[in-house]
């Protein structure tokens, strides 16, 4: 079952103000604090939730053993594999490529070189991320547009990144996400991935944070809904030009995934008013991060 784990934060407004309520069935609460508090930012647009937690790059290095390749065949053939585990597997591969191109192993090279273009044969969609990057660095951006265009309906989470920004009435919500190699057991399927969340106060009004709501999707496209009182056992009250910040995570049994949502807020300087959503835009988990070649920053 996936789940989504708190890491404790503090605000980073002095102002600010939180409510315990009672903890989630479904959440577990993190003692060992991951959190950096910074002022808001206000009118910034640039600005991105940075982790403190440390990560490292899950990227392998080319190996010419035989043990590597039937590896690396095993994960290209097994019938149960996503596209998003064939996406990841691409990456990696272009990854080895690279390395063994670097340390003149031709051999391997032209290993990895045929898995690729096996890869591209067996998913549309890796074949179509291949055409964009290659329009984009020759400049046929008319070509880029159309192979775009052609992924956002073939498979529109292929374009997502591992941050995303929105803004509802004013409430900005910002999202940074990163794999944690050191808490993760590939060859059990357990994959851990830490998220940041900096929501800043644009509006005129006071809000408090008083539930959430994420919706997790695994490689396999398996989709669980997870509802919970306020973030990490707080309620927030967040004042105007004033900002709450905090980091969680979520173990996945594959090798990448999405989440998006929703906070549930309230306007506590307004009697009688009703609560309203804040979205949370859809953010990608990923082993590889932004800088998988197929990836289009």
């Given at each position: 079952?996936?789940?989504?784990?708190?890491?404790?934060?503090?605000?980073?407004?002095?102002?600010?103000?939180?409510?315990?309520?009672?903890?989630?069935?479904?959440?577990?609460?993190?003692?060992?604090?991951?959190?950096?508090?910074?002022?808001?930012?206000?009118?910034?647009?640039?600005?991105?939730?940075?982790?403190?937690?440390?990560?490292?790059?899950?990227?392998?290095?080319?190996?010419?053993?035989?043990?590597?390749?039937?590896?690396?065949?095993?994960?290209?053939?097994?019938?149960?594999?996503?596209?998003?585990?064939?996406?990841?597997?691409?990456?990696?591969?272009?990854?080895?490529?690279?390395?063994?191109?670097?340390?003149?192993?031709?051999?391997?090279?032209?290993?990895?070189?045929?898995?690729?273009?096996?890869?591209?044969?067996?998913?549309?969609?890796?074949?179509?991320?291949?055409?964009?990057?290659?329009?984009?660095?020759?400049?046929?951006?008319?070509?880029?547009?159309?192979?775009?265009?052609?992924?956002?309906?073939?498979?529109?989470?292929?374009?997502?990144?591992?941050?995303?920004?929105?803004?509802?009435?004013?409430?900005?919500?910002?999202?940074?996400?990163?794999?944690?190699?050191?808490?993760?057991?590939?060859?059990?399927?357990?994959?851990?991935?830490?998220?940041?969340?900096?929501?800043?106060?644009?509006?005129?009004?006071?809000?408090?944070?008083?539930?959430?709501?994420?919706?997790?999707?695994?490689?396999?496209?398996?989709?669980?809904?997870?509802?919970?009182?306020?973030?990490?056992?707080?309620?927030?009250?967040?004042?105007?030009?004033?900002?709450?910040?905090?980091?969680?995570?979520?173990?996945?049994?594959?090798?990448g995934g999405r989440m998006e949502g929703d906070f549930e807020m309230k306007h506590i300087d307004m009697v009688g008013s009703s609560t309203f959503n804040v979205a949370i835009a859809p953010f990608s988990l990923s082993i590889t991060g932004d800088e998988a070649d197929h990836r289009l920053i």
């Amino acid at each position: 079952m996936m789940q989504s784990l708190g890491l404790k934060l503090a605000s980073f407004t002095p102002a600010a103000t939180a409510a315990t309520p009672t903890a989630s069935p479904r959440r577990r609460e993190w003692a060992r604090p991951c959190y950096r508090t910074v002022p808001a930012a206000s009118g910034s647009s640039s600005s991105k939730p940075s982790f403190s937690c440390s990560s490292s790059s899950s990227a392998s290095s080319s190996s010419s053993s035989e043990k590597g390749w039937m590896e690396n065949d095993r994960m290209l053939s097994s019938p149960a594999n996503s596209y998003l585990s064939r996406s990841h597997t691409y990456a990696l591969l272009k990854k080895q490529l690279s390395v063994a191109a670097k340390s003149e192993d031709y051999k391997e090279a032209a290993r990895i070189r045929d898995s690729l273009k096996s890869l591209e044969e067996q998913e549309p969609v890796l074949h179509l991320q291949a055409l964009l990057k290659k329009a984009v660095e020759e400049e046929r951006f008319q070509d880029a547009a159309l192979y775009r265009n052609e992924l956002n309906i073939l498979a529109p989470h292929t374009l997502l990144k591992c941050t995303s920004d929105a803004t509802t009435v004013g409430i900005r919500v910002q999202v940074r996400s990163v794999y944690i190699k050191s808490r993760s057991q590939p060859s059990k399927e357990q994959y851990f991935f830490a998220y940041r969340i900096r929501i800043t106060n644009n509006s005129e009004h006071p809000v408090q944070l008083l539930g959430r709501h994420w919706i997790v999707t695994d490689g396999n496209e398996k989709t669980e809904n997870i509802w919970g009182l306020g973030v990490i056992g707080e309620q927030p009250v967040i004042l105007p030009n004033s900002g709450f910040e905090y980091s969680s995570a979520c173990p996945l049994s594959t090798p990448g995934g999405r989440m998006e949502g929703d906070f549930e807020m309230k306007h506590i300087d307004m009697v009688g008013s009703s609560t309203f959503n804040v979205a949370i835009a859809p953010f990608s988990l990923s082993i590889t991060g932004d800088e998988a070649d197929h990836r289009l920053i």
